[in-house]
């Protein structure tokens, strides 16, 4: 099951399925959620709008979600003008990219825990993902872009994992 919930936008998509439901229930910190067949992320505003995104097994309100979602009238698919522009397709690549990075700090962690350099591969793959917003804007990678349908972006020049 994939769920995308923008909670400012009253903004609920399951498996395709879009609606505009009363969110008000959900803590005024939870900005998105973004959830996938058993993992999901949660962005959260912070006092500085900031932000932090975190991974979760749950969606918090769940049930209630559910339950306002089967009440809701399916809304018709985004229009042309609906889609997201270029700006925020840049901003949505930041904020997966960053999401990347915070999961890379486990490795360098577990390096220094061992009393180890961290290797060159990690550095590599960690250089590579702070250079790629550079390089879509200097057209060395192509442009994200969006899918209507799940409500997703889709980048696939990420680099490989160590």
Known sequence: MRVTIVR??????????????DLSFLS??????QYNNGIGFIESLTPDEGG??????????????QEVFKSAEEIDPP???ALPNNEELMELLRAERDFKLQQSDV???????????????????????REIPNKVMAKKLP????????????????????
Do not use: Q
């Open 143 to 162: 442009m994200p872009t969006w899918d209507n349908n799940t409500m997703n972006l889709i980048f696939e020049n990420w680099p490989s994992s160590p």
């Open 28 to 33: 005024s910190d939870i900005h998105a959620i």
């Open 52 to 65: 932090e995104i975190k991974k979760e097994t749950e969606i918090p309100e769940w049930s209630k979600i």
């Open 107 to 129: 490795l360098i962690l577990k390096s220094f825990e061992a009393g180890e350099t961290v290797s060159p591969a990690i550095k590599a793959y960690r250089e590579a993902l």
């Open 79 to 81: 229009t042309e003008n």
């Open 8 to 21: 400012e936008d009253n903004f609920i998509c399951i498996d395709g399925v879009k609606k505009n439901v």
